[in-house]
């Protein structure tokens, strides 16, 4: 059974750091691609950040490019998310997401509120 887990949201003031981890089990996590999502009230999910297998191809969303940086520990089925500098707009539910073909997995998610 796979299985996602992320923490580490919170509540921070703008300007603040947070760094999200998501814990994967039941599945060869160096098998798939890992990102993260985020959905805020009234909105619909978006892309974040994405790693591929081996970390060596990253991508982001230009809302987040320059302040949050996303890496992963192969060794820990763990993928993590870096995020300084916050906005108020950054207030969502952060998902991660695993990835292998047609293979996707989602996690419950966890809040990040960023506060002015």
């Known amino acids: 059974q796979v299985q996602l887990a992320e923490s580490g949201g919170g509540l921070v003031q703008a300007g603040g750091s947070l760094r999200l981890s998501c814990a994967a089990s039941?599945?060869?996590?160096?098998?798939?691609?890992m990102g993260w999502f985020r959905q805020a009230p009234g909105k619909e999910r978006e892309f974040v950040a994405a790693?591929?297998?081996?970390?060596?191809?990253?991508y982001y969303a230009d809302s987040v490019k320059g302040r949050f940086t996303i890496s992963r520990d192969n060794a820990k089925n763990t993928v993590y998310l870096q995020m300084n500098s916050l906005k108020p707009e950054d207030t969502a539910v952060y998902y991660c997401?695993?990835?292998?073909?047609?293979?996707?997995?989602w996690g419950p998610g966890t809040q990040v509120t960023v506060s002015s």
């Open positions: 039941g599945l060869t996590f160096s098998n798939y691609a």
């Open positions: 790693i591929s297998r081996s970390g060596d191809k990253i």
């Open positions: 997401n695993a990835e292998q073909g047609l293979r996707n997995y």
